[in-house]
């Protein structure tokens, strides 16, 4: 599967900022989902990702999601490509 595929899904799923749930575009997350992937080939632990994925949201949202939030969402994404 499509890294990008895989990552939006999970992401879309979460939806960590409620936009989705309230009625938003589909492509709500993309540029964030575009950021995560970009990290992917960098990473090279789910703790790094978790943190990774946090920074992304802080940078595109100003929401502070904590690390225990971030990292359901960074193991399912790690354990699918490592």
């Known amino acids: 599967m499509n890294k990008y595929i895989f990552v939006k899904e999970i992401i879309d799923e979460w939806d960590p900022i409620g936009l989705l749930g309230m009625g938003c575009p589909d492509d709500e997350y993309d540029p964030e989902i575009n950021d995560i992937v970009g990290l ?12 990774g994925i946090q920074k992304v949201f802080i940078e595109w949202f100003e ?5 225990k939030k971030c990292y359901p969402v960074a193991l399912k994404i790690w354990n699918k490509f490592t």
Request: overall charge negative; glycine content about 0%.
């Open 63 to 67: 929401e502070d999601l904590t690390t």
């Open 40 to 51: 992917l080939s960098n990473i090279k632990s789910v703790d790094e990702l978790t943190v």
